[in-house]
């Protein structure tokens, strides 16, 4: 699986939409783009996955770029709870084991 | 999304004694499971993944005879740690991957288990 590389951390005021990069340089064609977060001494929560197209959902909005070597996961609005570890991992979907291997993470620190 | 549940959230056992955790899909079937050990201020290590009906596959350096897993049902992947000793206190997380082989789906995390041996 292709590794990937965030920022160690990163701040955003609350209100505010948070940009959380991630760089994939090396990922393969049948790799997605998956985004969780894991809040402090609780397991992963999954954001959004994403191949090739923009995805969004109720919490985040994911943006691939076109040669697909690098994404952004946006979080509109941030508020206090969204204080949060966010990984970005690229994996094989399909097949019988898709696994995620985590990388460190960027941890974005929500600003009242 | 769906839920994962594991059991207990915390436990305490004495050095050499063994502790099982359980990890359930509770509104879906799971034909494959992850289970990984996260350190303090660490990143989540993925230990093994766990098939349904077969025997798991570790990560390179994970000791299966000690950290024994099995996968019985398509709900329900129990991991067991042998002869603890302190050095294995840690955050245990359990993940299940919703969809059949072969499909795009979606993997979801249980709450984790933090377990201390004393």
């Known amino acids: 699986d292709a590794k990937t590389t965030q920022p160690t951390s990163m701040d955003c005021a609350e209100g505010r939409a948070a940009n959380l990069p991630c760089n994939h340089s090396?990922?393969?064609?049948?790799?997605?783009v998956y985004w969780y977060r894991q809040i402090h001494s609780q397991g992963p929560q999954y954001i959004i996955h994403g191949l090739k197209n923009n995805e969004t959902n109720e919490m985040a909005s994911l943006i691939i770029t076109e040669d697909r070597k690098s994404s952004t996961l946006i979080l509109p609005h941030a508020t206090l709870r969204d204080t949060a570890v966010y990984y970005c991992?690229?994996?094989?979907?399909?097949?019988?084991?898709?696994?995620?291997?985590f990388g460190t993470g960027t941890l974005l620190a929500v600003q009242p | 999304g769906a839920v994962v549940s594991q059991h207990p959230s915390w436990v305490i056992c004495k050095s050499g004694t063994s502790v099982k955790i359980e990890c359930r899909s509770l509104?879906?079937?799971?034909?494959?499971m992850f289970w990984y050990r996260q350190f303090p201020k660490q990143s989540l290590m993925l230990m093994a993944t766990?098939?349904?009906?077969?025997?798991?596959?570790?990560e390179q350096g994970v000791e299966k005879d000690k950290f024994l897993i099995n996968h019985a049902s398509l709900t329900l992947s129990t991991l067991t740690v042998t002869s603890a000793h302190p050095e294995d206190s840690s955050f245990y997380i359990c993940?299940?991957?919703?969809?059949?082989?072969?499909?795009?789906?979606?993997?979801?995390f249980g709450e984790g288990s933090w377990l201390t041996v004393v």
């Open positions: 991992i690229v994996s094989r979907s399909g097949g019988a084991t898709n696994k995620l291997i």
């Open positions: 509104d879906f079937q799971a034909t494959t």
């Open positions: 090396t990922i393969s064609g049948n790799e997605y």
């Open positions: 766990s098939n349904e009906g077969s025997k798991a596959t570790y």
């Open positions: 993940s299940a991957r919703e969809g059949s082989r072969g499909s795009g789906n979606t993997i979801y």
